[in-house]
């Protein structure tokens, strides 16, 4: 089915460690966002891109590495997890930079 | 520095009322205004969006007003029901030099009651 998926939806592991978190659309869409949702912080951009190797950073890019080699997939790597990266995150992908944003259902992350 | 503000946090309506949802901004390129619904878990979802251009926009329950000289805009939820509730977030797209992105509001969790 067309869409856009995220793996996994829950992790938990330990400081230091690095985490990558995927996901995947089906839409051939060109443009992929990463965010991060906490509580009394709403949706924060962590990075986005407008295609396959064109990236830039968001509000809150530090600790985190993105890469995009084809258009379809946009992982998103804590290189060495920290407590404050415990979050929920959000991949979204859009047409364009004013078309509506479709969004995975998160990846709940835990870091301990 | 927050780009777009939104108020208020939590919102309790009565079935049949009407819920309001404000969001402020300063920067005035942002040139489109969205605004995404989300229910516990799962991820946002579009609901409605507006130009500058335009001062309303209205799709079934659902309106947007925006006041440009005001830099406001809010959502109007008539006859507010039960399954509106959610989560509301508000949006601002900008285009600057790099890629265009959009900034949210904190978002406002609605609560109908029955």
């Known amino acids: 089915d067309a869409g856009i998926t995220q793996s996994p939806r829950y992790k938990i592991t330990e400081t230091g460690r690095q985490v990558t978190l995927m996901c995947h659309q089906t839409w051939s869409h060109s443009y992929m966002f990463w965010y991060r949702q906490d509580l009394g912080h709403g949706l924060r951009l962590i990075y986005y891109s407008a295609a396959a190797d064109i990236t830039d950073k968001g509000e809150v890019p530090d600790g985190y590495v993105v890469s995009r080699s084809k258009t379809e997939n946009f992982p998103l790597t804590l290189e060495s997890a920290t407590r404050s990266q415990t979050s929920v995150y959000f991949c979204?992908?859009?047409?364009?930079?004013?078309?509506?944003?479709?969004f995975g259902d998160g990846t709940r992350l835990s870091i301990l | 520095q927050q780009q777009v503000k939104q108020s208020p946090q939590s919102l309790i309506v009565q079935k049949g009322g009407i819920s309001i949802i404000n969001c402020a901004y300063e920067?005035?390129?942002?040139?489109?205004f969205p605004w995404y619904q989300q229910f516990p878990g799962k991820g946002p979802a579009l609901l409605i969006a507006i130009r500058p251009d335009v001062s309303e926009k209205k799709e079934g329950r659902f309106t947007i007003s925006f006041n440009k000289s005001a830099k406001q805009f809010s959502l109007h939820i008539m006859d507010s029901q039960p399954g509106d509730s959610a989560t509301y977030f508000c949006a601002a797209l900008y285009r600057g030099s790099t890629l265009g992105r959009l900034y949210f509001g904190r978002g406002t969790q609605l609560t109908v009651w029955p």
């Open positions: 979204a992908s859009s047409e364009s930079d004013d078309r509506a944003q479709h």
């Open positions: 920067n005035t390129a942002f040139d489109y």
